[in-house]
């Protein structure tokens, strides 16, 4: 049956990276598209993520190098930060990019209506409690992209003053003089890395042996020595169980064996949870899993036909990234293009801290956990000319490639950097690895000099048995 509702080709609920790239690639196919968006668009990503977080962190880049520029011939006084200024040029790095999406889903003829978006049966969404008011629209697909929000843990209630996730992280004014960090991860070594650099003592507490789960381990040595180099306390293998507020200010945080620290601000950091309340009526086959998780194939399909989910909202690595590509593979498939499914072993992952952290693919661990032969190169910074000019020279690169029958480097299976941005160098190991090139078709290609990017040929170059500058 179909209702008398306004009716689409695709009404996407959610206006994050998942929901936006469909609507956009969608409408640039010529599909007529509804997007639907409670609070602001750009989601999580532009408003309370990537940007607003790596823009704090280039706050801290400048600090560092305003703070080393000596090395330089350069005099200066001491930095000092003025954080009402550095959440000014913040908010409007995020709002020029809001309203820049704003414009191009205009441009495209995407109808976005502000309100809250409940699928029902026979793909009727209504919209309501927003500007647009209630009103129902009828997709012949519908996309999920309603994204996540962070986790909490138990015994650490966020108040926004002692405890806090990133949401009220990325806007507090000034910094606390000292901070537990809870959680290891990419978001929380991000963090860790921010606050330290703008006067922050920061410790960081980890549940698991080791942060940056997925990195290779020589890379997570380099960043734990820049890490303790900046006077970062990194704990592993400590699961925290409380905090006790101080009379005056602060709070204790205890952890591991009975162990505690003092410190005025709790970030905690333990990942993000798939956001599905009040999405879903009764009567259709969309399943949520245990976790809460929205269930999908490996094209991002529900068992609803013709219902689709992307995004944090689905069980695959949640990246803005990640949204964009499945955002597209639904559109895909919604024109009977066939689209192949992503390949989630091999997404590029970017760490924003200093140093700066990029891989994809196998690690050299997780390859010989896997009982994969492998030849491995690794080159430091130490020896790239760009590294020493730039006053970087802590970093490496390093190439995993599956050992061939006759015991050379054949296909490239990982690429793994730490340092100066590495997250700009990322590309061509993403490239290798997911054209599943070997090291001798790679190896032949130039790297222009002087480069940071050299030492990605060099890693390659060296796998060859014979080597340039190695
Ligand atoms: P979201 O961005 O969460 O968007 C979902 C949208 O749906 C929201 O706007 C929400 O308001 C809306 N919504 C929810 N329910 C409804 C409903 N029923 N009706 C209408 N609207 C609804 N990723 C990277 O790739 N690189 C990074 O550097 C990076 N850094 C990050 C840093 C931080 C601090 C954080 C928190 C995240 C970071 N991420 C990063 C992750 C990235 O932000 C997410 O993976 C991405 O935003 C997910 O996109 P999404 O569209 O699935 O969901």
Redesign the pocket.
């Known amino acids: 049956m179909v209702p008398t509702a306004e009716t689409f080709d695709v009404v996407v609920?959610?206006?994050?990276?998942?929901?936006?790239a469909t609507a956009l690639y969608g409408a640039a196919a010529g599909l007529k598209i509804a997007l639907?968006?409670?609070?602001?668009?750009?989601?999580?990503?532009l408003?309370?993520?990537?940007i607003?977080?790596?823009e704090l962190l280039e706050t801290a880049s400048v600090f560092r190098a305003v703070a080393g520029a000596a090395e330089f011939g350069i005099s200066t006084s001491a930095p000092t930060v003025d954080f009402g200024a550095v959440q000014a040029r913040k908010q409007q790095v995020v709002e020029q990019l809001v309203g820049g999406l704003g414009t191009l889903l205009k441009r495209r003829k995407v109808t976005v209506y502000d309100?809250?978006?409940?699928l029902g049966p026979d793909h009727v969404v209504k919209v309501s409690g927003g500007a647009s008011g209630d009103v129902e629209l009828f997709g012949d697909a519908v996309v999920v992209?309603?994204?996540?929000?962070?986790r909490t843990i138990p015994g650490f209630d966020v108040d926004g003053r002692l405890v806090v996730t990133?949401d009220e992280l990325?806007s507090l004014q000034p910094l606390p003089a000292t901070a537990a960090v809870i959680g290891g991860g990419?978001?929380g070594c991000?963090?860790a890395s921010m606050m330290a650099d703008l006067g922050t003592k920061v410790t960081v507490l980890e549940a698991l042996p080791k942060i940056l789960p997925g990195c290779d381990d020589d890379i997570t040595k380099i960043v734990r020595r820049q890490f303790s180099k900046r006077d970062i306390d990194v704990r592993t293998g400590v699961a925290v169980t409380g905090h006790e507020p101080r009379k005056k200010k602060g709070t204790t945080v205890r952890f591991g064996e009975g162990e505690t620290l003092d410190v005025d601000l709790v970030v905690v950091s333990v990942g993000?949870r798939p956001?599905t309340e009040?999405?879903l009526d009764a009567g259709t086959a969309v399943v949520i899993d245990e976790r809460g998780f929205v269930e999908v194939d490996h094209l991002c399909r529900t068992p609803e036909p013709g219902v689709y989910a992307?995004?944090?909202?689905i069980a695959t690595p949640?990246?803005?990234?990640?949204?964009f590509i499945e955002g597209i593979t639904v559109v895909k498939d919604i024109l009977g293009e066939s689209p192949v499914g992503v390949d989630y072993a091999n997404v590029p992952w970017?760490i924003?801290c200093f140093p700066e952290v990029a891989f994809a693919g196998m690690s050299e661990q997780s390859a010989t956990a896997a009982g994969i032969e492998v030849k491995v190169s690794a080159h430091r910074y130490m020896g790239n000319g760009r590294a020493l000019i730039i006053g970087e020279p802590d970093g490496m690169v390093k190439i995993i490639a599956r050992a061939d029958a006759a015991g050379n480097a054949g296909q490239i299976i990982g690429v793994h950097m730490v340092g100066p941005w590495v997250t700009e160098q990322l590309g061509q190991g993403y490239l290798a690895v997911n054209w599943g090139a070997t090291v001798d078709e790679v190896a032949q290609f130039i790297q222009p000099h002087p480069t940071l990017s050299e030492l990605f040929g060099e890693s390659v170059l060296a796998l060859t048995g014979r080597s340039l500058h190695g």
């Open positions: 609920i959610g206006g994050g990276p998942g929901g936006y639907i968006e409670k609070g602001k668009l750009g989601g999580t990503c408003n309370l993520g990537c607003p977080a790596k309100g809250f978006g409940t992209a309603t994204g996540s929000v962070p990133s990325l990419a978001i991000e963090f993000r956001f009040g999405v992307v995004g944090d909202v949640a990246l803005a990234h990640i949204g970017c924003y």
